[in-house]
């Protein structure tokens, strides 16, 4: 299996990034400061979650008058093997293409646009095969099982406005369409965690699955280390339809309150309402809690790991709760090699053919080679295996607890 993954920077917004960076005679500020307030901007991951400050960051930057922008790509072409009767093979096409434009007024406001697009519908509309994995639909008519769904076109069309007060203190108001509110961790693509791997994550619809949302609006405070935000947002999840822009209807609400104790930390935790969130089952809502630890540490002479824990919980009207427990972990000793792990727990009652909740788990491991291609132009060679703990009653339909496997060539440009 072959995955393409060309990863973050200035691909997005071209050469032009690294050839201007004093464009006009203005120079890039030797300290960044963060989109919602006076911290450094290598704590902003997706939407307005963080993530730890020592996170390495690899977006490209240039200055075009008074404005600041970042580009950050990362496209992935993926054939993927999943085993038994229930799995299937598939070559796809994945990733994202992100850019940003900051501008700063005089007191130290800040205005940030960010648009966010993804090749995901191009692999059709049942996406793409991985075991134990379930949301969402493909058709409209049937659940989508054993297959990780493709992401919207539009991922993220967003602008955020910061007001920063005396000391370490500002508030935001963060809109979007689409967008991702305040619950959760950052989303699994921008985990420094788990981002090497081509895999989704079968926790998905416990942890993250909200950050694309067709209408929210976020407002938040932040006082030194800490981040208080609240969400109304469309609590449907994306139709099968994965090209257009869905009609807003901001029922659903969220809070989440974040921490960075330190520079390797990221904490957080979050609540939310979620009205109506299945396409199939619309007369279901759910009430969902999360909270999760992030940390990021240098290691040696470029190298770093990064480890995320995470748990989230849903409680669908009229059915019993289920859990999920994702543990992450990312080793890059020096820039050449990459090895990660991620060992998944849920309780779901859509494997299944009726509604019994089953226990069921999975155990990721790879690793990535890459080679030095130009000076902004990295070429990588990578794999990875995955176990599957299937659950007893269901090991008839699965023939018995089948693996899954990857393969991927990786370039990446502008780091």
Same mark, same amino acid.
């Not at 960076?21 to 902003?44: C, K, N």
């Not at 799995?87 to 960010?114: K, P, Q, V, Y």
């Given at each position: 299996?072959?995955? %393409?993954?060309?990863?973050?920077?200035?691909?997005?917004?071209?050469?032009?990034?690294?050839?201007?960076?004093?464009?006009?005679?203005?120079?890039?500020?030797?300290?960044?400061?963060?989109?919602?307030?006076?911290?450094?901007?290598?704590?902003?991951? #997706?939407?307005?979650?963080?993530?730890?400050?020592?996170?390495?960051?690899?977006?490209?930057?240039?200055?075009?008058?008074?404005?600041?922008?970042?580009?950050?790509?990362?496209?992935?072409?993926?054939? *993927?093997?999943?085993?038994?009767?229930?799995?299937?093979?598939?070559?796809?096409?994945?990733?994202?293409?992100?850019?940003?434009?900051?501008?700063?007024?005089?007191?130290? *406001?800040?205005?940030? %646009?960010?648009?966010?697009?993804?090749?995901?519908?191009?692999?059709?509309?049942?996406?793409?095969?991985?075991? %134990?994995?379930?949301? /969402?639909?493909? *058709?409209?008519?049937?659940?989508?099982?054993?297959?990780?769904?493709?992401?919207?076109?539009?991922?993220?069309? #967003?602008?955020?406005?910061?007001?920063?007060?005396?000391? /370490?203190? #500002?508030?935001?108001?963060?809109?979007?369409?689409?967008?991702?509110?305040?619950?959760?961790?950052?989303?699994?693509?921008?985990?420094?965690?788990?981002?090497?791997?081509?895999?989704?994550?079968?926790?998905?619809?416990?942890?993250?699955?909200?950050?694309?949302?067709?209408?929210?609006?976020?407002?938040?405070?932040?006082?030194?280390? @800490?981040?208080?935000?609240?969400?109304?947002?469309?609590?449907?999840?994306?139709?099968?339809?994965?090209?257009?822009?869905?009609?807003?209807?901001?029922?659903?609400?969220?809070?989440?309150?974040? @921490?960075?104790?330190?520079?390797? @930390?990221?904490?957080?935790?979050?609540?939310? *309402?979620?009205?109506?969130?299945?396409?199939?089952?619309?007369?279901?809502?759910?009430?969902?809690?999360?909270?999760?630890?992030?940390?990021?540490?240098?290691?040696?002479?470029?190298?770093?790991?990064?480890?995320?824990?995470?748990?989230?919980?849903?409680?669908?009207?009229?059915?019993?709760?289920?859990?999920?427990?994702?543990?992450?972990?990312?080793?890059?000793?020096?820039?050449?090699?990459?090895?990660?792990?991620?060992?998944? @727990?849920?309780?779901?009652?859509?494997?299944?053919?009726?509604?019994?909740?089953?226990?069921?788990?999975?155990?990721?491991?790879?690793?990535?080679?890459?080679?030095?291609?130009?000076?902004?132009?990295?070429?990588?060679?990578?794999?990875?295996?995955?176990?599957?703990?299937?659950?007893?009653?269901?090991?008839? #339909?699965?023939?018995?607890?089948?693996?899954?496997?990857?393969?991927?060539?990786?370039?990446?440009?502008?780091?």
């Amino acid at each position: 299996m072959i995955a %393409l993954h060309l990863i973050p920077v200035a691909a997005l917004l071209g050469p032009a990034l690294a050839a201007d960076q004093s464009h006009e005679g203005h120079q890039m500020p030797m300290t960044m400061m963060g989109a919602l307030g006076s911290y450094p901007m290598s704590r902003d991951a #997706s939407g307005t979650s963080w993530q730890p400050d020592v996170t390495p960051h690899a977006m490209g930057h240039s200055m075009r008058g008074d404005w600041m922008l970042m580009g950050h790509t990362m496209l992935n072409a993926v054939y *993927d093997r999943q085993e038994g009767p229930r799995g299937d093979t598939l070559t796809f096409i994945s990733g994202m293409a992100m850019g940003s434009a900051r501008r700063e007024s005089a007191d130290g *406001d800040a205005l940030t %646009l960010r648009a966010m697009l993804s090749p995901d519908p191009f692999m059709g509309k049942r996406g793409y095969p991985l075991l %134990l994995a379930a949301g /969402e639909t493909a *058709d409209g008519e049937t659940p989508l099982i054993d297959r990780q769904h493709p992401h919207e076109l539009f991922m993220e069309l #967003s602008g955020t406005y910061a007001w920063r007060f005396e000391g /370490e203190r #500002s508030a935001f108001l963060y809109a979007a369409l689409p967008g991702e509110p305040a619950f959760g961790p950052p989303a699994f693509m921008h985990r420094m965690s788990t981002m090497a791997s081509p895999e989704a994550p079968i926790t998905h619809h416990w942890l993250d699955s909200t950050h694309i949302s067709f209408g929210v609006i976020t407002a938040g405070f932040v006082r030194d280390d @800490w981040k208080f935000e609240a969400s109304q947002f469309t609590g449907r999840e994306p139709d099968e339809n994965r090209y257009d822009i869905e009609r807003p209807r901001m029922d659903s609400t969220s809070l989440r309150a974040s @921490w960075n104790p330190g520079e390797r @930390w990221s904490l957080q935790a979050s609540w939310a *309402d979620v009205e109506s969130p299945e396409q199939l089952e619309p007369e279901i809502d759910e009430s969902r809690l999360s909270a999760s630890a992030l940390f990021t540490a240098a290691v040696g002479n470029g190298g770093w790991w990064s480890a995320t824990l995470a748990w989230g919980r849903k409680d669908p009207t009229g059915h019993e709760p289920t859990n999920a427990v994702a543990l992450e972990a990312a080793y890059a000793p020096n820039l050449e090699w990459l090895v990660f792990a991620r060992a998944e @727990w849920i309780e779901s009652h859509e494997l299944g053919p009726d509604e019994e909740i089953h226990d069921a788990g999975k155990l990721s491991v790879g690793a990535r080679r890459e080679f030095q291609l130009g000076d902004h132009i990295r070429l990588g060679l990578g794999a990875l295996y995955t176990l599957n703990a299937i659950p007893g009653a269901l090991e008839a #339909s699965y023939g018995g607890s089948p693996d899954g496997a990857m393969i991927f060539l990786q370039f990446s440009a502008g780091t």
